[in-house]
């Protein structure tokens, strides 16, 4: 309703106006970008404030001892780079370039930092899709299983397996998985993402095992798809055990639920009463949990990557944050950042669809 | 048709065995991450990168330091593990003046560059010239050198100052000659104001512009950088075709090795890594680093490690000997600050010894009771060594003649700007040289240079008779006679320097059997790849 004047003294005219309804996914996605960006603002601020609090000058982690004792070098480092301007005119300088989609030059490779996560990222997604893949298979199979199971011996093996893989470090895993698989098997390569033989394959997507099989190069893509092997399985056992858990007390707080025993009752089938009953309303947990852990994988994971010499976003934030390269760990701090709000909107959107209270709601 | 637990279980079950096959059972016949379409021509080289470029200019990391000398043809250079004398590479041969302030260098004829196009004096002047403007951390090296041409065979180098070791200098990576008109078309420049306009680091990150025995076939800083034999080279041609330098952790480095059947180095496996290896696997090792304490001098940063008497006390605290032996195999009790590597270095004869009642008399004389510092290290391992079991022994030993040290493992960053900002009571940090010249340490660590300044250690806090043997070594143009003099500036700074020398450790190269010419260098390239060959 709006209430308008009629031009008279007085005179006022209430009439009824069409009401304006925007969709509820658009103003959803609208309200979601708008938290986006401020979010993807308070990052830069954030990440620029901690790196120039943080003991350390980016002087000294780039040039070398004998450089740093020649005060005309480090003058040139200072000013090629910006240093020698105050803090909130570098921020400033920054945030003007990013608005214009220019992330900086990183100080450690010399090249603009979005080529550097152009080249980088695919090679972590590499990793990350197969792994987010074979752990939700695995990890809803065996959750259900110890759900179905409670209490039961196989219940028993799967929680201590899930609580030993959660209490393993990375690195430990992966130097043991290179010793039996590589080392004492000779099953799979050590590290890397091709054999030295090989050359890249054309870049399309940046996935070494898609990119050959796209050019045909198919002993490309399987030497590719072997150097995958370790480090993948070693982030699907991780994976894989944190998302048991998750998934063995969702199915298990279903399975107390009235309308379950009632399918029984009814005589439905276990097959039935697991897959359309089960399994559908136990997922909601489940898929915020699967969710950030895809999001954890695709930002990185340095020991892995850095144990299988995996040229990842994980290495890449690691070199980055030790030689203070404030470019690069602005711009690795953003691509974090979106890709956490990226996956949360998408676990949103999944929810609607898993669960239609959900969506009505 | 209903699914019972059980067969839940199963399905369970053969999904993940069937995820495990697809992982696993693919890889079967996998040979260890050596298998390659025409591996028979390729050379693998393992190393933990430390690159950040190979444009010559700006290179001084190790792994930027083996691809550059291979790209790139200096005027001179080093045969092997030898890094006492230059010699000719692009420059035939070359004179020096009774002064050692002028070099005049005669370029060899014939030389292309990896385009065909031919090098000339005019290439060399430019890049020497590059090298000193950009002001990359390799800039201090040639600082005070001046370049020019007599004809287009000829170079002549001066130096502002009597320097005999230009020579050496000048076969360093980083001077490096480029092709300086493919350079400038892409951003290079040479003139002073080259720090800011110079733009070509990207350009010559992923193309190779020089005249070496490698030209560069791809770059990849995090993974690996692949070389491929130059068709132009004009001396003898590599034996292999293909060279790739791939980055991989030291652990990895160590399994890889054990495997490792043919045409396979690596570059960081030393010290205690060595222990297990096969032993059919060829090592080749220098001793190139020295580790030391520097304590400040400074009154005003600690009252303690300022006296001279603790100072004494500390050096005779320590067990040269045990440390020596945490380090493992090519280790050695420290005994100057000179490395065994290079010229001018200490006999092990004169290594320190320990002598915990001496240190204790030293305290007492001081007139400190149980005096307590703060001790920083980088938390970091290097070459195989963890410098927080280093500095723990030293706490250890310390505390036996009634020292206590307050360990404090910094981030590297930290530790480098304290140590640079001169606060640092007590630290520790490994030492290798830039180029295989000791009098670099002269310029930096002698009273009142500028490393010495970070201990607050000023001429006039220090004995005048080290700042002479200081001066007699740069004022020595004769190279015999000033690697002798370096000897006696060591023997003083041992008596009463900041600086105390706990042990030198050897980098080493481990190489599969059916090599040759896998010789460690000290000279910065760790290996030189083009004289890798086959038995």
Same mark, same amino acid.
């Given at each position: ?112 930092? %979005?080529? /550097?996560?152009?080249?980088? *990222?695919? !090679?972590?997604?590499? #990793?990350?899709? @197969?792994?987010?893949? +074979?752990? &939700? ?15 039961? %011996?196989? /219940?028993?093996?799967?929680? *201590?397996? !899930?609580?030993?893989? #959660?209490?393993? @470090?990375?690195?430990? +895993?992966? &130097? ?37 099989? &796209? ?147 | ?535």
């Amino acid at each position: 309703m709006t209430t308008v004047h009629n031009g008279e003294p007085g005179a006022v005219t209430t009439t009824a106006s069409r009401p304006r309804r925007t969709h509820p996914l658009l103003a959803f996605l609208a309200k979601r970008l708008a938290i986006t960006a401020g979010l993807l603002l308070g990052v830069t601020v954030v990440t620029f404030g901690l790196v120039n609090v943080v003991p350390g000058d980016p002087v000294t982690a780039n040039l070398s001892d004998q450089a740093l004792n020649d005060p005309a070098t480090v003058a040139a480092f200072r000013e090629k780079w910006g240093l020698d301007q105050p803090l909130w005119q570098q921020y400033l300088h920054y945030l003007g370039n990013l608005f214009r989609g220019d992330l900086g030059i990183s100080q450690q490779t010399g090249r603009a930092v %979005l080529d /550097d996560l152009v080249r980088y *990222v695919p !090679a972590t997604m590499e #990793l990350a899709i @197969p792994t987010m893949v +074979l752990a &939700l298979l695995i990890g809803t199979g065996v959750g259900m299983l110890a759900a179905v199971r409670n209490g039961r %011996l196989t /219940d028993q093996f799967v929680r *201590v397996g !899930a609580l030993l893989g #959660l209490s393993t @470090p990375p690195f430990w +895993l992966s &130097l043991v998985v290179l010793y039996v698989f590589f080392y004492q098997l000779g099953l799979a390569p050590s590290g890397g993402r091709l054999s030295t033989g090989f050359s890249p394959p054309p870049t399309v997507t940046g996935m070494y095992t898609v990119d050959a099989a &796209l050019a045909g190069q198919w002993d490309v893509a399987w030497d590719a798809a072997q150097h995958l092997t370790l480090p993948v399985l070693v982030l699907t056992s991780l994976t894989v055990a944190l998302l048991v858990r998750f998934v063995r007390s969702a199915m298990l707080e279903v399975l107390q639920q009235d309308y379950i025993r009632a399918a029984y009752a009814k005589g439905l089938p276990t097959r039935v009463v697991l897959r359309r009953h089960l399994l559908r309303a136990g997922l909601v947990p489940v898929v915020t949990v699967s969710g950030l852990a895809f999001a954890s994988l695709l930002s990185g994971t340095v020991l892995v990557e850095s144990i299988f010499g995996w040229p990842g976003v994980g290495q890449y934030a690691y070199r980055s944050a030790t030689a203070l390269d404030l470019p690069s760990i602005l711009g690795v701090s953003l691509f974090v950042a979106l890709v956490y709000t990226l996956v949360n909107l998408t676990v949103d959107l999944l929810y609607g669809l898993i669960d239609p209270r959900i969506r009505l709601s | 048709m209903s699914v019972s637990p059980r067969r839940l279980r199963a399905g369970a079950l053969a999904l993940a065995a069937l995820a495990i096959i697809s992982t696993t059972a693919c890889t079967a016949g996998g040979s260890g991450g050596n298998a390659n379409g025409g591996a028979a021509t390729t050379l693998t080289v393992n190393t933990s990168f430390v690159l950040k470029t190979l444009d010559p200019g700006r290179v001084y990391e190790a792994t930027g330091l083996t691809a550059v000398h291979a790209l790139y043809d200096t005027l001179l250079t080093f045969e092997g593990s030898d890094v006492g004398t230059p010699v000719p590479a692009l420059a035939e041969s070359y004179e020096t003046s009774a002064d050692a302030k002028t070099f005049t260098f005669k370029l060899r004829s014939g030389v292309t560059f990896s385009d065909g196009s031919p090098l000339t004096a005019d290439d060399v002047v430019f890049s020497l010239n590059r090298l000193k403007n950009i002001k990359g951390s390799p800039a201090v090296t040639v600082s005070e050198l001046s370049v020019s041409k007599t004809d287009d065979s000829t170079v002549v180098v001066t130096s502002a100052t009597p320097n005999p070791n230009v020579p050496v200098v000048l076969a360093m990576p980083s001077t490096g000659v480029l092709n300086a008109k493919v350079a400038q078309d892409n951003g290079a420049k040479d003139g002073e104001d080259a720090a800011q306009g110079d733009t070509a680091q990207q350009y010559l990150d992923t193309n190779s512009i020089g005249s070496g025995p490698y030209v560069l076939k791809s770059y990849e800083p995090e993974s690996q950088v692949v070389l491929e034999a130059n068709p132009n080279y004009w001396g003898d041609k590599p034996q292999f075709e293909r060279v790739v330098l791939r980055n991989m952790d030291v652990q990895t480095q160590k399994l890889t090795m054990q495997r490792a059947e043919s045409a396979e180095i690596s570059l960081d496996i030393s010290g205690k890594l060595l222990d297990g290896l096969p032993a059919s696997l060829q090592t080749s090792g220098v001793q190139d680093t020295v580790y030391f304490l520097f304590l400040n001098a400074d009154p005003a940063v600690s009252a303690v490690t300022s006296n001279p008497k603790f100072n004494q006390a500390l050096r005779a605290a320590i067990d040269y000997q045990g440390i020596a032996a945490l380090y493992g195999e090519g280790a050695a009790p420290g005994a100057g600050l000179v490395a065994p590597a290079f010229p001018g270095t200490l006999p092990e004869s004169e290594a320190s010894t320990r002598d915990v009642a001496k240190a204790k008399a030293l305290l007492a004389e001081a007139g400190l009771t149980n005096p307590t510092v703060t001790f920083n290290y980088p938390a970091i391992t290097y070459k195989g060594v963890d410098l927080g079991t280093v500095a723990t022994k030293v706490q250890g030993d310390a505390a036996e003649a009634g020292i206590t040290l307050e360990l404090n493992p910094q981030p590297l960053t930290t530790f480098l700007d304290e140590m640079r900002g001169g606060k640092s009571p007590l630290g520790f940090t490994p030492q290798s040289l830039n180029y295989p010249v000791a009098d670099s340490l002269i310029n930096n660590m002698a009273p009142g240079q500028a490393t010495a300044l970070r201990s607050g250690w000023t001429v006039e806090r220090a004995e005048p008779a080290i700042v002479a043997a200081g001066e007699k070594v740069t004022e020595t143009l004769d190279l015999a006679a000033r690697a002798t003099a370096m000897q006696e500036w060591q023997r003083l700074m041992n008596q009463s320097s900041p600086y105390i020398v706990l042990a030198s450790n050897s980098s080493t190269v481990v190489a599969t059997a059916d090599l040759t010419g896998a010789d460690y260098s000290a000279a910065g390239w760790q290996v030189d790849v083009a004289a890798v060959g086959r038995k």
